[in-house]
């Protein structure tokens, strides 16, 4: 049996029959008084987050997380759909669960699925993506000292802030981990 002290950023665990995936995780040990773990947890069914506190060194149940590449197939008001590229087999997911990665994600992006107990749980993003800028102001040259920048709506919906040379139609490269502007591509 695992302890508190072997959960990091991305585990898998089982707490009252259900899955939750780490999100974010703090070891704290107090100037008195006995350390603890500080968790923040994503339900994989509901997409709900919370915060739980527990003692270190408690048992806790790790589930083993598989990792398959998929494909996004499409989404509508309710779920997204997903397809396994070796087994062509297709998995829905709530559209609350995957929230902030559909910013990112165009028809026929392959992207990393993440599996616990064969139970298709999230996706896992690529660093970079290439997008395209669907709209923004046209920047006038010389209107600034300083590099300056503008707001721009990709063609998923996202909005990043990039450099006044970028136009509509340029495909730029997104840093899904911060959501910014990298380069044009």
């Keep these: 049996m695992a302890t508190t002290s072997d959960v990091r950023k991305g585990t898998a665990i089982k707490i ?3 899955i939750y995936f780490v999100v974010e995780f703090q070891h704290v040990k107090p100037g008195k008084g006995n350390a603890f773990v500080r968790m923040k947890l994503k339900n994989i069914e509901t997409g709900q987050v919370i915060d739980m506190t527990l003692k270190s060194g408690l048992d806790v149940d790790i589930v083993r997380v598989e990792k398959r590449e998929v494909q996004y197939l499409y ?3 309710n779920h997204s759909y997903f397809m396994d590229n070796k087994t062509y087999d297709q998995y829905l997911i709530d559209n609350d669960v995957v929230k902030y990665e559909r910013l990112y994600l165009i028809e026929g992006y392959d992207v990393v699925g993440l599996f616990a107990d064969e139970k298709f749980m999230g996706i896992e993003l690529p660093f970079f993506v290439v997008l395209e800028v ?5 920047g006038i040259k010389g209107n600034t000292v300083q590099g300056g ?3 721009a ?3 998923t919906g996202a909005k990043v802030n990039v450099p ?6 340029d495909n730029l490269k997104i840093d899904t981990r911060t959501g910014e502007y990298v380069e044009r591509a």
Excluded: C, H, Q, V
Aim: charged share 35%.
């Design 164 to 169: 006044l040379f970028i136009n509509i139609g």
């Design 134 to 138: 669907k709209e923004t102001d046209t």
């Design 75 to 77: 989404s509508d008001e």
């Design 16 to 18: 009252n029959e259900k």
């Design 153 to 155: 709506t990709l063609i």
């Design 149 to 151: 920048t503008k707001p």
